[in-house]
T-cell receptor, first 115, second 110 residues
């Protein structure tokens, strides 16, 4: 079965640079979620999109922005990178009707290293 | 979302049943119990969820107490590949995010 695709899988950037992470949800999933997992920490919710509109926002820094496109893929844009942004970034997708959010299926993650 | 409490770690012998407990004493009536697991540095994997009835799928069984204040995830025949951190998450189905607490690190021993 098709899974969530994330690219790139690994990314190395320097401080103050920008990074763009991409997420391609499972076909027919219209909801996308982004999570950040720092070293030795549990995943933390950043932001979610349903039908190309932001549906919820968690602990996402103002330096980060995200959007969902007409084909339902999503991009997480990160600017003015800091050393503390080094983490695993997971994207998840789920189907959704107008009210209920179903179980989320996670991608393999993008490992971002900021030097 | 309601707070959950899980033991930080557990061991289980390969081939035996692994029983992972979770306390969620402040769960509200419309909140579901979800279980996810994360094998080292991989994306979290959905296992099972339930509201009040016991549930079973090809991966596991979920037993929820009658008062819904606690639950147990059962892996019937643990294998080495089941070594992972298991997260019990109580969630309103209308909420978008999953709140990952500390979880239980299950180690399956040969």
């Amino acid at each position: 079965a098709a899974g969530v695709i994330q690219s790139p899988r690994h990314l190395i950037k320097e401080k103050r640079e920008t990074a763009t992470l991409k997420c391609y949800p499972i076909p027919r999933h219209d909801t996308v979620y982004w999570y950040q997992q720092g070293p030795g920490q549990d995943p933390q919710f950043l932001i979610s999109f349903y039908e190309k509109m932001q549906s919820d926002k968690g602990s996402i820094p103002d330096r980060f922005s995200a959007q969902q496109f007409s084909d339902y893929h999503s991009e997480l844009n990160m600017s003015s990178l800091e050393l503390g942004d080094s983490a695993l970034y997971f994207c998840a997708s789920s189907p959704r009707d107008t009210t209920i959010s179903y179980e989320q299926y996670f991608g393999p993650g993008t490992r971002l290293t900021v030097t | 979302d309601a707070k959950t409490t899980q033991p930080p770690s557990m061991d289980c012998a390969e081939g035996r049943a692994a029983n992972l407990p979770c306390n969620h004493s402040t769960i509200s009536g419309n909140e579901y119990v979800y279980w996810y697991r994360q094998i080292h540095s991989q994306g979290p994997q959905y296992i099972i969820h339930g509201l009040k009835n016991n549930e079973t799928n090809e991966m596991a069984s979920l037993i929820i107490t009658e008062d819904r204040k606690s639950s147990t995830l059962i892996l019937p025949h643990a294998t080495l590949r089941d070594t992972a951190v298991y997260y019990c998450i109580v969630r309103d189905p209308y909420a978008n995010n999953l709140f990952f607490g500390t979880g239980t690190r299950l180690t399956v021993i040969p």
